[in-house]
T-cell receptor, first 111, second 112 residues
Framework: SQQGEEDPQALSIQEGENATMNCSYKTSINNLQWYRQNSGRGLVHLILIRSNEREKHSGRLRVTLDTSKKSSSLLITASRAADTASYFC???????????FGQGTRLTINP | DVKVTQSSRYLVKRTGEKVFLECVQDMDHENMFWYRQDPGLGLRLIYFSYDVKMKEKGDIPEGYSVSREKKERFSLILESASTNQTSMYLCASNRVVGNTIYFGEGSWLTVV
C-alpha cells in the first residue's frame, strides 16, 4: 500500500527557476524523507525531516512538513540542468518497520 | 564512503530459470531491503531483513524468496522467473528502521 503520494507526477521548468514538489501521506509518521534518482540509477538520500519539525534546509533544498495536513513539500531553488531527476518522498509510519515510497515526481530542468 | 553493491547491473534470463540477485553492503547495517521499481508504480518492497537469517515479507513477496546468511549479504531469489518479473530491482540497507536508506545502483532484469 502506498503511503506517500507525490504531486505533480511530472514537472518541467527553465533553468534558474524554483521547483516545488509535494507529498501527501495517510497515517501518522515518525519522519519523512526525500530521495533523488537519476535516470537508471539508485536512489540517493536528500533530506530527512522529523514529525516534530516544520522546516529544514540543506543547500538549495528546503523541505516543509505539515502534520495536520499530512503533507510535505520539497523546494529546489535556482534550479540547474543537473537537478533533472525523479524525486521521491518516503514515510516511516508509526508502528511500521519500513519506509514506504511514493511514485515520484519527474523533474526536467530545461537549459 | 558507504556502499551497497549489487553484483549484476543487467541480466537477461529465460522464463522458468532460477535467478539470484546478490547485494552486499559494507556499512555493518542491520537492516537490508529489496525493492522492485516499475514505471508508474514507484518502489514496492519485496522483502526485508533485520538480522542474519531473519526475513519479513514486504508488499509483493509472491514469486520471490530471500536469503541472509551473513550480515553484509542479502540475496533475492526468483525460483522460476516469469516475464512479469521483468523490472529494475533495488537493494538497500540502513542501521536503524526509519532512518536514511542507502541504495545500490539497481539491477535491470529482463525475463524472456
Amino acid at each position: 500500500s502506498q503511503q506517500g503520494e507525490e504531486d505533480p507526477q511530472a514537472l518541467s521548468i527553465q533553468e534558474g527557476e524554483n521547483a516545488t514538489m509535494n507529498c501527501s501521506y495517510k497515517t501518522s509518521i515518525n519522519n519523512l524523507q526525500w530521495y533523488r534518482q537519476n535516470s537508471g540509477r539508485g536512489l540517493v538520500h536528500l533530506i530527512l525531516i522529523r514529525s516534530n519539525e516544520r522546516e529544514k534546509h540543506s543547500g538549495r533544498l528546503r523541505v516543509t512538513l505539515d502534520t495536520s495536513k499530512k503533507s510535505s513539500s520539497l523546494l529546489i531553488t535556482a534550479s540547474r540542468a543537473a537537478d533533472t531527476a525523479s524525486y521521491f518522498c518516503a514515510t516511516d509510519a508509526w508502528g511500521a518497520q519500513k519506509l514506504v515510497f511514493g511514485q515520484g515526481t519527474r523533474l526536467t530542468i530545461n537549459p | 564512503d558507504v556502499k551497497v553493491t549489487q553484483s549484476s547491473r543487467y541480466l537477461v534470463k529465460r522464463t522458468g530459470e532460477k535467478v539470484f540477485l546478490e547485494c552486499v553492503q559494507d556499512m555493518d547495517h542491520e537492516n537490508m531491503f529489496w525493492y522492485r521499481q516499475d514505471p508508474g508504480l514507484g518502489l514496492r518492497l519485496i522483502y526485508f531483513s533485520y538480522d542474519v537469517k531473519m526475513k519479513e515479507k514486504g508488499d509483493i513477496p509472491e514469486g520471490y524468496s530471500v536469503s541472509r546468511e551473513k550480515k553484509e549479504r542479502f540475496s533475492l531469489i526468483l525460483e522460476s522467473a516469469s516475464t512479469n518479473q521483468t523490472s529494475m530491482y533495488l537493494c538497500a540497507s540502513n542501521r536503524v528502521v526509519g532512518n536514511t536508506i542507502y541504495f545500490g545502483e539497481g539491477s535491470w532484469l529482463t525475463v524472456v
